[in-house]
């Protein structure tokens, strides 16, 4: 992906969209769904009804970028809410995007404390 700022805000849209939207349709999405201005810089995911598909919105301040990315196997893991928004760090949304229970990752190995 993209790098991105690190004061970045990601929006995760609750449900699933119809992921035959574009640019147009899904920043209406945001002001109307969500209640906020697709052209303030955060980036906005949403995921199709199969889950294994995911649309970003992001304004980078010279106009919006649509990124999209299909996972082969798996699916995105996403909030069972119905409407609104969850808030990502962008750890999290990294995580997401490789198909990571970002929810609850488990770390491969545990630290030892300081003596």
Request: aromatic share 10%; with cysteine.
């Given at each position: 992906m993209i790098g991105l700022p690190g004061h970045?805000?990601?929006?995760?849209?609750?449900?699933?969209?119809?992921?035959?939207?574009?640019?147009?349709?899904?920043?209406?999405?945001?002001?109307?769904?969500?209640?906020?201005?697709?052209?303030?810089?955060?980036?906005?995911?949403?995921?199709?009804?199969?889950?294994?598909?995911?649309?970003?919105?992001?304004?980078?301040?010279?106009?919006?970028?649509?990124?999209?990315?299909?996972?082969?196997?798996?699916k995105f893991l996403w909030p069972q809410a119905r409407d609104g928004s969850v808030l990502l760090s962008t750890a999290q949304l990294s995580m997401l995007l490789e198909g990571i229970d970002w929810r609850a990752p488990v770390r491969s190995f545990t630290p030892e404390a300081a003596c």
């Open positions: 970045v805000r990601i929006y995760l849209a609750c449900g699933t969209t119809d992921m035959r939207k574009g640019f147009d349709t899904l920043a209406a999405q945001v002001q109307t769904m969500l209640s906020l201005d697709p052209h303030n810089g955060a980036l906005y995911a949403f995921r199709g009804k199969r889950g294994d598909l995911v649309k970003i919105l992001w304004w980078d301040g010279q106009g919006l970028c649509l990124f999209c990315k299909r996972l082969e196997r798996g």
